[in-house]
């Protein structure tokens, strides 16, 4: 053992806190001998065989690791009040909207406590009569398998749905006959990053890697193909549509439209940017045509109607347009508007022969209806400031259902009338909170460069600004993703102890449009973490919190912000919460599908200048040895795919060597978890209360004292 570290022991009593000091030993990690050359620098990377997940060595390190964090946790003597909180919160129905489906509506039901949503069906809406189509809950016995997608054949009489075991992106794909209940013919194994797109009731596309070399969760997976599979023949028959050696590509996608005439295939080489091909599906023998070729925009087809093809693309407008184009002859020279690119980004879906645009207005939902000649029939009546989804339905169906949310209004089903455009709640849900009881504001602070960005802060009412409230700032800023307002059950918990909540829009997202994406790209990667670092200058300077009582936490890309945050400014925070995060930025492009990234990250062996550049914020090259970090709690999954839990393994290694201050730094390993994506309830409550626990001890506060 090494690295002895002056474990904080809060002791609370008659309403004060006193601290006695107890002993942590940190595993002791080996540092080995690899040193990697750059355009001639030398890189040491002593921990690079946490990156074999598949050794005795690691697996001992792991369990190690588990048993210092979970000491640490489990004498947190308000860890179990937060768990029971969090328990009786999540303890409430949950409820998707509805969809038609053949001769059946379905929607996904959470009783409350569930490991994993029940997907119902009925026949008549409102009649009461319902049955339970496929219960997740029943795959395993401990949660750890989930329902991670589901499709229908075009009248419904057939569905395939995918399983994930232990969060794993990872799929295999079962036929039900959904009249009498009955698996159909063979299951297809090992599928990833694929839709489920059937072509009428015969068969459907779907997408995989060919199987990596070594560990199938961490080895490369670099060639996606797009394949079709006919019902009651074995997998080995399936004919490969698109990809193979004749066009590798990394992300390949395909999608039958809503009259099963055409494929729509979507080839990528990065998380931004795609081609776009057309299948005639009345002529087999004849292969894909090309609509857009290259990398240097995102497109994707919204219908084919009346032998148009609607297309959804940012090529020559920054926030999105809508053009039409005859299937015929689709090339870019022929592209019409019908929804011209405007101030704000635009999204659109079909419902009932209708578009539905929906715009982001400063990261607040504005939903606008039009026909398909683009004429402006109105704009939705939405309940409130928010954010609004799911304006999407078959071509003959006369109603939609869209779900409504924000930080203090609960996700709740409306129904939609599309021809009189009349909005009535469908479901709401019955929780303990009361929305009265809570603000949120949107502020706009300066970056270190001057820009503008846009902050949501939620906190109960009353709540006085005197610089001591525990707050927790959640960031993302990467792959155009938006951070919108949106209620969570599981912040609950930290509001209504007097926490604040805040949620900065920074660059790298998409929250207003491509330029704003690009900004955090790359070499200009900077700004994100510069506007991070301002979001909690603004909250301390202006006396929401201080940084003593803040707390930073981010998943993902996230976890790589909050990390690399950290680093460059360890004094500014108290907590640091980085999550399944992309941590060693030399090497992240060797694991899985991490190469679709390049094109926000960069990769090292581009150029010198994107390797030095890359180095300088890289946070497992970055630990400045006798440095006083943060409180920190870094958390992973052992079967975490997408973002392999050797970059969490690694960092928290030389973390643990690098700290000298008196304050813990671990991780916390989840067996049989992935990315996120399908952990049952009872984990997701565990971690949650693992994680205030953490937060609120290392900030000296008991939010449950009497």
């Known amino acids: ?98 969809f038609r489906r053949g001769n ?25 009569e319902e049955e339970v189509f496929l219960d997740p809950n029943t795959f395993s016995e401990d949660g750890t398998t989930s329902l991670a997608g589901l499709s229908f054949s075009e009248d419904g009489s057939l569905a395939a749905y995918a399983i994930s075991v232990g969060g794993s992106d990872w799929r295999s794909v079962i036929f039900l006959d959904t009249n009498t209940m009955e698996i159909v013919g063979d299951s297809l194994h090992n599928v990833k990053f694929s839709g489920l797109s059937w072509f009428k009731n015969e068969g459907l596309f779907y997408s995989s890697y060919d199987q990596p070399d070594g560990s199938q969760l961490s080895a490369m997976t670099d060639r996606h193909n797009l394949f079709y599979h006919r019902v009651g023949t074995p997998q080995a028959e399936d004919v490969l549509i698109f990809g193979g050696e004749e066009t590798p590509r990394r992300y390949i996608f395909g999608g039958v439209t809503q009259d099963h005439r055409y494929l729509i295939v979507s080839a990528a080489e990065s998380t931004t940017g795609n081609e776009l091909y057309i299948k005639d599906l009345q002529d087999w023998d004849r292969g894909v045509i090309p609509v857009v070729t290259g990398f240097d ?38 592209w019409l508007d019908v929804i011209p690119a405007g101030d704000h980004v635009l999204s659109v879906s079909t419902a009932g022969g209708n578009l539905f645009a929906s715009y982001l207005i400063d990261v607040q939902t504005v939903v606008k209806q039009f026909d398909y000649d683009g004429n402006l029939i109105r704009e939705v009546e939405l309940p409130s400031i928010g954010t609004a989804g799911g304006f999407s339905a078959l071509r003959e169906d006369d109603i939609l259902y869209y779900s409504f949310t924000s930080f203090t209004y609960p996700s709740t089903i409306f129904r939609y009338d599309i ?33 503008k960005v846009p902050m949501f802060i939620t906190y109960k009412k009353g709540l006085e600004m005197d610089g001591t409230n525990p707050t927790y700032l959640y960031g993302y800023g990467g792959f155009n993703v938006s951070l919108r307002p949106s209620f969570s059950i599981s912040r609950l918990v930290w509001l209504e102890n007097g926490g604040i909540y805040a949620q900065p829009n920074i660059r790298g997202g998409g929250e207003y449009g491509r330029k704003w994406h690009v900004a955090g790209t790359r070499k200009q990667r900077q700004n994100v973490f510069d506007d991070f670092i301002a979001a909690a200058e603004f909250l301390i300077d202006n006396n929401y919190t201080s940084s003593e009582k803040l707390a930073i936490a981010g998943g993902s890309n996230g976890g790589l912000l909050v990390a690399a945050a950290m680093l460059q400014r360890p004094e500014l925070f108290r907590v640091v919460l980085p999550a399944v995060g992309v941590l060693d930025m030399l090497r992240y492009h ?48 052992d079967h975490d795919d997408r973002v392999v839990p050797a970059h969490s393994y690694k960092f928290a290694a030389a973390l643990q060597a690098g700290h000298t201050g008196d304050l813990p730094v671990l991780i916390r390993i989840e067996t049989l978890a992935g990315h996120g994506a399908g952990k049952p309830t009872s984990m997701i409550i565990r971690e949650l209360a693992d994680i205030y626990g953490f937060t609120w001890y290392n900030m000296e506060l008991n939010p449950f004292e009497d």
């Open 104 to 128: 059946y509506y379905y929607y996904y039901k959470n009783d409350g406590l569930q490991n994993h949503s029940v997907v119902f069906r009925t026949k008549e809406i409102g009649s009461g």
């Open 297 to 334: 925009n995102s497109h994707s087809v919204i219908d084919i109607h009346d032998g148009r093809v609607l297309i959804y693309t940012n090529y020559e407008a920054p926030n999105y347009r809508l053009v039409e184009v005859p299937v015929t002859d689709a090339g870019k020279l022929n």
């Open 590 to 637: 060797t694991f899985t599908a991490g190469a679709g990234w390049a094109f926000d990250y960069g990769t090292a062996e581009e150029s010198e200048e994107m390797f030095q550049y890359l180095l300088g914020y890289s946070p497992v090259h970055n630990v400045v040895d006798g440095t006083a970090y943060p409180a920190t709690l870094i958390t992973t999954g």
């Open 419 to 451: 021809e009189s455009g009349e909005s009535e709640l469908y479901w709401s849900p019955d929780i303990d909170f009361d929305p009265e009881a809570y603000v949120t504001e949107q502020v706009f602070y300066e970056s270190k460069d001057g820009t």
């Open 1 to 98: 053992m090494k690295n002895v570290l002056s474990l904080i022991t809060i002791m609370i009593c008659t309403g004060l806190i006193t601290i006695s000091q107890a002993q942590i030993n940190y595993p002791e990690t080996r540092m080995g001998d690899v040193v990697d050359t750059y355009f001639g620098t030398e890189v040491p990377d002593p921990y690079r065989w946490l990156e074999d997940d598949l050794s005795e060595e690691t697996r001992a390190w792991i369990a190690a690791q588990n048993e210092v964090t979970y000491n640490f946790l489990k004498q947190i003597p308000f860890r179990k009040n937060i768990e029971e909180r969090l328990t009786e919160l999540w303890d409430y129905e949950r409820m998707s909207a509805p």
